[in-house]
């Protein structure tokens, strides 16, 4: 069963829920799509990130859509992570930080929080958004993992993140990958099997070699692994290819970079 949920807003955004996640109360999850916002061309139309040649205004504009959509506009602070492919996750603790409308945390690919009001925000064309959720101690966070974050164990230190700075337990975290380029879609060159090889055990039950030397890689499933392997209690993982999927995602690979991104967002409401 697919455990993100396609909903259609009012006002024309089209997102993607976690009903698992929303059914803790005071937790929201949006996974956006490309349709339903004011951007043109290779942004048509729900463009979320900003590091992009779209205008900033339609970039914001959408984002207020989605804001709208999932009745979160009033009062909240939106922190998003600069994203450099790298395994810092970082920690948003200090009420001061509720001041803001908007930051962003430079060279980081997780963000963590128990605040309520505080939009925790990664950016996706490709890469697995991971989204964790303390149902116990309710303590939330989001994770952008291409291969090398996932290389890097970027899902299980976010977990290790959430337990040193707020005593989360493995068990009491569930997680959920969302759609991100997928089994069907993902090859790689010999040199990313390699890296793997040396730090993943099971790489060979995620991976195939094509004849052309060429390497098919199973993204979600690798992280899928590590998150059990943590200690994790669930680990749902949405089955959409954003590559296959063009009508509905954007996709670096796909659209040789040219193209928007997609907002992987959860919060803590009031
Ligand atoms: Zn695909």
Same mark, same amino acid.
């Given at each position: 069963m697919e455990p993100f949920q396609l909903e259609k807003a009012e006002n024309g955004v089209w997102y993607f829920s976690i009903p698992e996640f929303e059914k803790y109360g005071n937790v929201k999850t949006f996974f956006t799509t490309r349709i339903g916002g004011v951007s043109e061309g290779d942004f048509t139309s729900l463009n979320f990130g900003g590091y992009t040649s779209d205008k900033p205004e339609r970039v914001q504009e959408n984002r207020r859509r989605v804001y709208e959509a999932n009745g979160i506009s009033e009062g909240m602070t939106e922190g998003f992570v600069r994203q450099v492919h790298g395994d810092h996750v970082c920690c948003i603790q200090s009420e001061d930080i509720l001041q803001e409308d908007t930051f962003t945390i430079n060279n980081a690919d997780g963000i963590t929080t128990n605040l309520e009001n505080m939009l925790l925000m990664t950016l996706h064309a490709d890469c697995l958004p991971i989204y964790f959720l303390d149902t116990r101690k309710k303590v939330i966070a989001v994770t952008h993992a291409g291969w090398r974050g996932t290389s890097k164990y970027i899902g299980p230190k976010t977990m290790l993140k959430m337990n040193r700075e707020? @005593?989360?337990?493995?068990?009491?975290?569930?997680?959920?990958?969302?759609?991100?380029?997928?089994?069907?879609?993902f090859e790689v060159g010999p040199e990313v099997y390699e890296e793997f090889k040396n730090v993943f055990h099971l790489i060979d039950e995620c991976s195939y070699k094509k004849e052309n030397g060429k390497y098919m890689l199973d993204l979600k499933k690798i992280n899928e692994i590590q998150l059990k392997e943590a200690g994790a209690s669930k680990v749902l993982v949405s089955n959409y290819c954003t590559k296959c999927n063009d009508e509905l995602f954007f996709s670096?690979?796909?659209?040789? @970079?040219?193209?928007?991104?997609?907002?992987a967002g959860i919060i803590l409401t009031k």
């Open positions: 707020f @005593g989360s337990e493995p068990e009491d975290i569930i997680a959920a990958i969302g759609p991100g380029i997928s089994f069907c879609c670096h690979r796909r659209d040789n @970079g040219h193209t928007g991104r997609m907002g």
